[in-house]
Every structure is written in C-alpha cells, then in structure tokens.
C-alpha cells in the first residue's frame, strides 16, 4: 500500500486482511487531500465510500464541529455511509451524525449541539436543518456528493444547488458516480474528472435462464428452496413486485419486498435480516434498491431484462463487491429480451434443477 495511514488505521487493515487499495481508492487519494474540486467515477462494488472517506477522514480536526457534510440520495446509502465513516472515524477520535428525512428532527437537532465533525444526510433533511441555522454552511470545508448522478435527479437537485449556496467559497466539492451520467454544467468550475469507469468486475458471471413469462414465480419459489441461497431481486414496476410478493408470501416462500412505502426502521429491520440469511430472496425496483450494500451477497436476478444499461451495472454492482464472486441471473421469456441483455453484458445460459444451478 503506497499511502501512509495512522496506526490505529493500520491496524485495522491488518484485521481485515486489506492489504492493497482498491483503483479508485489510489486515484483519488491526493486530489482529495489537495482539496482539488473532483468527480470521480468508477463502477458499483469498487470501494468508492472508502476511496473519499479515507482523504477527507483525515483531514478533519477533532472538536472542530460541522466540517464534513456527505450527501446521498435515500435513506439506505446514507445509513451504510454512516456506518461505515463510524468505522474510521471513532479510531481518530472523531464523531458522525445522521440526518434522515422521516426521523425525529427534534432528536437530530440535540446530536447537533454536541458538535460532530461530520454530518451525514439526505438533501431534504439537511436543507431544513440549514434553514434552522442548526446546521452552519460556513464552517463546512469539504462537501461529498455520494451517487451524484442520481442527486442530479429532479427531486433531489433543487435541495442540492441550493445547499451549494450556502457554504464558503473556499469549500472543497468531491462529486462521486457510479455512471458517466453527470451534466458537466452542474459541477463547479475547475472541477477534475477521474473516469474509472471502463474497469470490468471480473468477479461477477452474468446469465440468463429461458423461462416462460408465467412460470417466472415458480422459478422464483425454486430459488428461494437452494439452502444458504439469497438473491435480491429486481423488477421493473411496482405493480409487477406487489403482486409477485403477494403470490410468493401466499405460497409460504421466504421472500420480502423493499417497498418504497416502508418506514425507515422496518427497512432496517428487513435488510438487517437478509443480512443475517433470515430471508432469502429480497424483492425490489432501482428506486428502492440504489445503495443498498450486502456484504457477500450471493446473487442478483432480474426478473425480466433491465429497461438499460445504466440499470443493468447498478443492479450488477450489488453483487461481486471488493473482489468478491457474485452472480447476475436474468430471466428471459423471449427473443427480443435475449437479444437487449446482450448489448448489456456476456452472457451464458444456466438451468435450475434440483436446487443446483447448472450451464446449459
């Protein structure tokens, strides 16, 4: 490893057998810590959190409070953010906060007076918290805008153009990206763009199994039968995984949705025990899905073919992370599905029998 870390850092590493930083972590080490105004993009599963955490971590200064603001676009990336920046942070004697839209503002508003150093957020929450002036947008050095391709999206960009506004001149902004989907007119002048995203994650397989249209239930039903088995599976529309949870559920499989509906606390209950192996298939749509990081998960299926590319990757990307194996199953009933998968990833035909995978 050719940075430098603290020893409680070191020591750490050593722990978790990290020997090596991963490209994006080598490449956006010293621009960060430069204070260059930086986009970064490399693909999901290649240790983008830890690449920004690892500079900006360290250039913080314990009881210095509200230095480091990071941004994310839902709920789910901003509580794995957190967790893992407590992971780091603690050792160097520094203190996170988070701040959700849908949690008790009165209860973030007291974390707030015992001066964290770092604040973690989605925009909503943390613009109103602006507003309040319980958050002070001058103190900020360093903001990290964490998927910011999806932060660009219309929901979300009004709360984070006017967040901008509020902080010095002088703030460093670090913009990080799974895709190439950045409009340059929404960075700051003189930003510096490391484009990571040609690297191809050889550790995951991508296939396809040919299933007719109505058996693609029992096919999931099947699945959830392999022992030590779990898969997080996509669709494309709601109405497609409310009826397919109501039909799995009825017919006792072990298998839960991601609704977007589901409060803060029960969606942490059930990825807290698809974690844990307690349930095996995990439904969901790219809305709910973005950001969601299982450590080692098995598979990903898609139960029909993405509507693109860009889909396809951040789908991909939940599984084979940091090196890991990981595989990609996408259910085929037709030709012309076959024939888009293509143009999104190499491809071999795997059949289901007997609770075994096997190519076909």
């Not at 603001?69 to 901003?78: G, Q, V």
């Amino acid at each position: 490893m050719t940075i430098e870390f603290p020893q409680v850092w070191q020591e750490k590493l050593d722990l978790l057998n990290f020997a090596q930083l991963t490209p994006v972590q080598e490449a956006i080490f010293a621009p960060i810590t430069e204070g260059q105004n930086l986009l970064a993009v490399s693909p999901t599963g290649t240790g983008k959190t830890l690449a920004y955490l690892f500079p900006t971590l360290l250039k913080l200064k314990p009881k210095k409070s509200q230095q480091l603001l990071i941004l994310a676009p839902n709920s789910e990336l901003a509580g794995q953010i957190f967790e893992v920046t407590k992971d780091w942070a603690e050792p160097l004697g520094l203190t996170a906060q988070l701040f959700l839209s849908g949690s008790s503002q009165k209860r973030q508003i007291e974390r707030l007076k015992k001066g964290p150093e770092i604040l973690i957020g989605t925009a909503g929450r943390i613009f109103e918290l602006i507003k309040l002036k319980k958050i002070k947008m001058m103190n900020v050095d360093t903001i990290v805008l964490d998927e910011f391709d999806e932060l660009l999206s219309d929901s979300q960009f009004h709360f984070v153009d006017k967040l901008c506004h509020y902080v010095p001149k002088t703030h460093q902004m670090v913009y990080i990206s799974a895709t190439q989907k950045v409009n340059p007119d929404t960075l700051v002048e003189g930003t510096m763009t490391i484009d990571l995203s040609d690297q191809k994650l050889d550790t995951i397989t991508h296939a396809y199994i040919q299933v007719d249209k109505r058996n693609r239930l029992d096919l999931l039903r099947k699945f959830a039968n392999i022992p030590e088995q779990r898969a997080l599976v996509f669709f494309n529309s709601l109405s497609d995984l409310g009826a397919t949870e109501e039909r799995l559920q009825f017919l006792g499989t072990n298998a839960v949705s991601l609704a977007s509906d589901v409060n803060v606390k029960f969606r942490k209950v059930i990825l807290e025990k698809f974690k844990n192996h307690d349930i095996s298939l995990l439904l969901g749509t790219d809305l709910v899905a973005r950001g969601i990081d299982i450590d080692s998960l098995e598979t990903v299926i898609n139960f029909e073919v993405p509507r693109d590319r860009e889909a396809y990757t951040h789908r991909a990307g939940r599984t084979g992370r940091m090196g890991k194996q990981g595989l990609v199953i996408t259910l085929v009933s037709h030709p012309e599905d076959l024939k888009k998968l293509k143009k999104f990833a190499q491809v071999t035909e795997l059949v289901l029998k007997n609770q075994e995978l096997f190519q076909k």
